[in-house]
C-alpha cells in the first residue's frame, strides 16, 4: 500500500511541475491570453510568471494539486465533453462568465 501512495504522490509532484511550467510559458507568452486559459487573476498571473525554477520545482512538490477543475457546473463539462465546434464553442463561454480564482 505505501507504494502505490509514493506512486501516487510522485505523480501529483509530475502534475504539478508540468501545470506550473505551462502556465509560466502561457503568461510570459501572451498574459491576457494566458489568464484567460488557465482562469486565473492578474495577481495570481503574476506571482506564477515570478517565480525563480526553484521555487517552481518546490512549489510542485507538494503532495496537493495546484490545478483544478473549472467544471464546478455540470453544463460546462457536459458541452465540453460533447464533440464538435458549436459544443466547445458554448463551453468557452461559459467558462468565461465565470469568476477567476483568487489568492486568499
Given at each position: 500500500m505505501g507504494g502505490t501512495n509514493n506512486e501516487m504522490l510522485s505523480e501529483i509532484k509530475d502534475v504539478n511541475l508540468s501545470?506550473?511550467?505551462?502556465?509560466?510559458?502561457?503568461?510570459?507568452e501572451d498574459k491576457p491570453a494566458g489568464m484567460f486559459r488557465m482562469g486565473i487573476s492578474e495577481q495570481i498571473a503574476d506571482v506564477l510568471a515570478g517565480l525563480s525554477m526553484a521555487q517552481t520545482v518546490r512549489l510542485a512538490a507538494s503532495n496537493q494539486m495546484?490545478?483544478?477543475?473549472?467544471?464546478?457546473?455540470?453544463t460546462i463539462l457536459g458541452a465540453l465533453a460533447d464533440k464538435g465546434k458549436s459544443a466547445q464553442t458554448h463551453s468557452a463561454i461559459l467558462m468565461a462568465g465565470?469568476?477567476?480564482?483568487?489568492?486568499g
Open positions: 501545470y506550473l511550467l505551462l502556465a509560466q510559458r502561457l503568461l510570459r495546484l490545478c483544478r477543475f473549472r467544471f464546478d457546473d455540470h465565470q469568476a477567476v480564482a483568487q489568492i
